[in-house]
């Protein structure tokens, strides 16, 4: 008979632990939601935070990078504004704005108007009346943090667009932490789209600058046929921070997703997106613009699963790595038997600023089809001298110069969202952080 592996836990997973036992009975939702819960963290007891040997994780090692777990978040806790919480995004965009503190939706400090068709209810009263509506896209047993996500989130929004719905503002659903100590904050997003509806998303988070709080955020996106959805997710986090997000989406029939993710901020950040696009005549395009300085670590996973045939998928991840940062982006592009005619193509790009910097790619193919069109491709380099000397030939000083091929190298993912309102807003994300370079 073999004997079971025994795990032993690290002092952050003990205090994991802790902090649920304590929690549990306070957390929201019915009976239901608790078993939900206590199914959750009965994965994380059995596998622990994840690690360099799961594969999913190779490059961002949890286990060993994540040394203390902060205390949860109190339901109604923090400011909205907080000492040194930057906005983000620019008073010019006009926006509705949902407006999550320390995990728990606002109604009082959200502004709802101009979004006709838009239902917004928070994540505790859905967990109490409804509570099969959240986690219905994935299985918790998939990944760790997600199952930790559902055994702790405090709070959150559920969103649904009505049917044939176009609301004439974007929407932004803003994440603040608002706390001066460490704080653990855990919140849930679910939107839900209807048939032929069309909404454009603007999801940003932020907190303190210098505060070292913790934050695991998952969204639930789910389109039904012919409903089409921008997405701009900016992460502006403390350099002190860190940051786990997971996005989950479902697509049906003929529906549209172009997604874009501009990260700067956090000590450690990783975004992980599972897209089955589950509908014919569906496209999808992933974008993101990550700058990493200083000793950060960024991560960028993305699966997109094609499962029906005629279906799209385009993605493009531009990273700029400076001093003695790492970054990673892991993608794969998984094509079931059924889905033929599909075209899908994934490329990461990226440009390191030091010799000190580091950056690993890892673009996966799986093809069970035979009539497809699918390609990956990375790159990795210096600025292209050349480039550079062009410039200053024409009279640029070197900063300048290079400061402005680096724009532009980012410019292009922000671009391919298709927005120029949306982007407009976000460029200023990239010119503010190539500002501060060299003076961290």
Not at 84 to 89: C, E, H, M, N
Not at 186 to 206: C, K, L, W
Request: charged share 25%; with cysteine.
């Amino acid at each position: 008979m073999t004997a079971q592996p025994h795990l032993q836990r690290t002092r952050t997973e003990e205090a994991i632990v802790e902090a649920y036992t304590g929690a549990r009975e306070r957390l929201p939702g019915g009976a239901d939601a608790r078993a939900s819960r206590d199914a959750a963290f009965s994965h994380f007891e059995r596998f622990g935070l994840p690690h360099r040997r799961v594969e999913a994780w190779k490059y961002t090692d949890l286990r060993s990078q994540m040394r203390s777990f902060a205390p949860l978040a109190e339901h109604g806790t923090g400011d909205p504004v907080g000492p040194g919480v930057p906005d983000g995004l620019p008073a010019s965009l006009d926006r509705a704005r949902i407006v999550l503190v320390n995990g728990v939706f606002r109604p009082g400090q959200s502004d709802l108007a101009g979004i006709d068709g838009v239902e917004v209810e928070a994540l505790e009263d859905v967990l109490i009346r409804s509570p099969e509506r959240v986690g219905r896209l994935f299985d918790d047993g998939d990944d760790v943090v997600m199952a930790l996500n559902t055994a702790l989130m405090l709070g959150g929004v559920v969103i649904t667009i009505a049917a044939d719905a176009n609301p004439a503002r974007p929407i932004e659903v803003v994440n603040r932490t608002a706390t001066d100590a460490a704080l653990s904050v855990t919140s849930r997003a679910i939107v839900d789209v209807g048939a032929n509806a069309g909404v454009r998303i603007i999801e940003t988070h932020a907190g303190p600058t210098g505060s070292t709080y913790q934050v695991n955020t998952l969204t639930e996106l789910d389109m039904a046929p012919g409903a089409r959805v921008t997405w701009a997710r900016l992460q502006t986090e403390s350099e002190a921070a860190q940051h786990l997000a997971s996005f989950v989406a479902r697509m049906a029939n003929d529906t549209s997703l172009h997604h874009l993710s501009v990260n700067r901020g956090a000590a450690l950040a990783r975004w992980q997106g599972f897209v089955r696009i589950a509908g014919r005549g569906a496209a999808a395009g992933f974008y993101a613009a990550t700058m990493l300085s200083g000793s950060e670590h960024g991560d960028n996973t993305l699966v997109v699963e094609h499962t029906e045939p005629h279906s799209v998928s385009n993605e493009l991840f531009k990273n700029v790595v400076d001093d003695r940062a790492t970054g990673a982006f892991q993608g794969m592009i998984a094509v079931d038997r059924e889905a033929q005619k599909t075209d899908a193509k994934m490329m990461t790009r990226t440009l390191l600023l030091s010799n000190e910097a580091q950056f690993a790619s890892k673009p996966e193919l799986e093809i069970f089809a035979d009539d497809v069109r699918c390609g990956h491709g990375a790159t990795a380099g210096e600025i292209d001298p050349a480039m550079l000397f062009y410039l200053m030939s024409r009279g640029l000083p070197p900063p300048q110069a290079e400061q402005l091929l680096i724009e532009a190298f980012l410019d292009e993912a922000i671009d391919a969202l298709g927005d120029e309102a949306i982007g407009e807003a976000l460029k200023p994300v990239v010119s503010g952080w190539l500002a501060q370079r060299g003076k961290m």
